[in-house]
């Protein structure tokens, strides 16, 4: 059975920029869809940005055009770009991962629930 490890947060300044990794050893070849959530103290877990294994990306409005999922297949990564942060943007990072039937789309992620999770990255952003 595989594992789902984050790394990769950190402190930056608004404005600033960050790439989340999380290692995905044993979980990509059973998962099809995976992502990345977030949890700021006092507020809901969120999702961020999903990536399937057809290679399409969806992101959440207050992310889309300064975050970029993607990742790397040869080293077992999934990785996300986190540009422009502002202070909404602090929280704990967590990479996700679920296998999907055929017919359902890895990026409505309100219709289906994530099964296997890491245990985040803490991302700071001050002012």
């Known amino acids: 059975q595989g594992q789902l490890v984050e790394s990769g947060g950190g402190s930056v300044q608004a404005g600033g920029f960050l790439r989340l990794s999380c290692a995905t050893s044993?979980?990509?070849?059973?998962?099809?869809?995976m992502g990345w959530f977030r949890q700021a103290p006092g507020k809901e877990r969120e999702a961020v940005a999903t990536?399937?294994?057809?290679?399409?990306?969806t992101y959440a409005e207050s992310v889309r055009g300064r975050f970029t999922i993607f990742e790397d297949a040869a080293k077992n990564t999934l990785y996300l770009q986190l540009n422009s942060l502002n202070s909404e943007d602090a929280a704990m990072y967590y990479c996700?991962?679920?296998?999907?039937?055929?017919?359902?789309?890895?990026?409505?992620?309100?219709?289906?629930?994530?099964?296997?999770w890491g245990q985040g990255t803490q991302v700071t952003v001050s002012s």
């Open positions: 996700a991962a679920v296998r999907l039937s055929p017919r359902a789309n890895c990026g409505t992620w309100s219709d289906f629930e994530f099964g296997s």
């Open positions: 044993g979980y990509r070849n059973r998962m099809n869809c």
């Open positions: 990536l399937g294994s057809d290679g399409v990306a």
